[in-house]
């Protein structure tokens, strides 16, 4: 069973939306309430770039470019922080991968891949 399980990355046009979900199933409840999450994303030929993070009390902060487009949340009961991703551009095709350096600072798992076409 993965630390860390990213879904719901795909093939969408441009203009589109979806929501990534990661989900923490191997961490006690009280660790994951308490813990930051956050998600990177590593297109081809570049390197892994940060997205968004969201703290135990569910402050967000989010890559600039980025800002109004994505939305990070939280749901503790679920152990999974979700991604929600609008108005996609060709620019945001990459692998995206969930990360929670409190947790498990060293863990990267496989990732999801999302393609927006041009």
């Known amino acids: 069973q993965a630390t860390l399980r990213e879904s719901g990355g795909g093939l969408v046009q441009p203009g589109g939306s979806l929501r990534l979900s990661c989900r923490a199933s191997?961490?006690?409840?009280?660790?994951?309430?308490?813990?930051?999450m956050a998600w990177y994303r590593q297109a081809p030929g570049n390197e892994r770039e940060f997205v968004a993070s969201i703290t135990s009390d569910g402050s967000t902060n989010y890559e600039n470019s980025l800002k109004g487009r994505f939305t990070l949340s939280r749901d503790n009961a679920k152990r999974t922080v979700y991604l929600q991703m609008n108005d996609l551009k060709p620019e945001d095709t990459a692998v995206y991968y969930c990360?929670?350096?409190?947790?498990?600072?060293?863990?990267w798992g496989q990732g999801t891949q999302v393609t927006v076409p041009s």
């Open positions: 191997r961490a006690i409840l009280s660790s994951f309430s308490g813990a930051t």
């Open positions: 990360h929670a350096p409190q947790l498990y600072p060293d863990y």
